[in-house]
Nanobody, 124 residues
Framework: QVQLLESGGGSVQAGGSLRLSCAAS????????MGWSRQAPGKEREFVAT????????YYADSVKCRFHLSKDNTRHKMYLQMKSLKPEDTAVYYC?????????????????WGQGTQVTVSS
């Protein structure tokens, strides 16, 4: 069983930066593909970034490309989402997710483990 715990959310002005962290328990962390999904008020949840088990491959939604950077530290059992040039439309609850596979996916139902979420609020 894997438990995920997000941290690093908060409030920031447009143009600012935040770094989200996802800490994982369990011995299988290094074999998990992972990702960050977000849900804004009144909108469907969407994956914004995913990463392969090794951290060698990352994928980004067009809406965050070139502004967000995802990394995975298998020795520390942590995943990080560095967000810069934040926009009000980035406001959402951000969820950490992991799947028992080497390769990530953009589909929620492919993921086996989820965190509780952390709020990110960007004001204009």
């Amino acid at each position: 069983q894997v438990q995920l715990l997000e941290s690093g959310g908060g409030s920031v002005q447009a143009g600012g930066s935040l770094r989200l962290s996802c800490a994982a328990s369990g011995r299988t962390f290094s074999s998990l593909a992972m990702g960050w999904s977000r849900q804004a008020p009144g909108k469907e949840r969407e994956f914004v970034a995913t990463i392969t088990w090794s951290g060698g491959g990352t994928y980004y939604a067009d809406s965050v490309k070139c502004r967000f950077h995802l990394s995975k530290d298998n020795t520390r059992h942590k995943m990080y989402l560095q967000m810069k040039s934040l926009k009000p439309e980035d406001t959402a609850v951000y969820y950490c997710a992991a799947k028992r596979s080497s390769w990530p996916s953009g589909r929620e139902y492919d993921y086996d483990y989820w965190g509780q979420g952390t709020q990110v609020t960007v004001s204009s």
